[in-house]
């Protein structure tokens, strides 16, 4: 049973910093994407970024050169480093998972990941 389990979210005035985490567990680790996703209050779902098992990523274009997305073998844990934060960076925002190639799913849509997480707030301030 897959499990993926945040952390790290809270209140920020904008141009801070968060980093969330999300721990994985009861996966088989071949062909693994793992990536976040956010949805506001009244807004759609929105695929931030994502991190392929070799390493490689891919993001929205509206976190590019903000947010870096990264992760720990040995610990099973993926991150998100957010930088500059915005108000609009405001939202619930969620870990996500799937047996697949991220590079098949460029669109980061969230309905392409098979398991997500409970979520974890992240609210910014001006």
């Known amino acids: 049973q897959v499990q993926l389990v945040e952390s790290g979210g809270g209140s920020v005035q904008a141009g801070g910093s968060l980093r969330l985490s999300c721990a994985a567990f009861?996966?088989?680790?071949?062909?693994?994407?793992m990536g976040w996703f956010r949805q506001a209050p009244g807004k759609e779902r929105e695929g931030v970024a994502t991190?392929?098992?070799?390493?490689?990523?891919i993001y929205a274009d509206s976190v590019k050169g903000r947010f870096t997305i990264s992760k720990d073998n040995a610990k099973n844990t993926l991150y998100l480093q957010m930088n500059s934060l915005k108000p609009e960076d405001t939202a619930m925002y969620y870990c996500?998972?799937?047996?697949?190639?991220?590079?098949?799913?460029?669109?980061?849509?969230?309905?392409?990941?098979?398991?997500w997480g409970q979520g974890t707030q992240v609210t910014v301030s001006s």
């Open positions: 996500m998972a799937g047996y697949l190639i991220c590079a098949a799913v460029p669109a980061l849509n969230p309905a392409d990941f098979g398991y």
């Open positions: 009861g996966y088989t680790y071949s062909s693994w994407c």
């Open positions: 991190i392929d098992s070799d390493g490689s990523t």
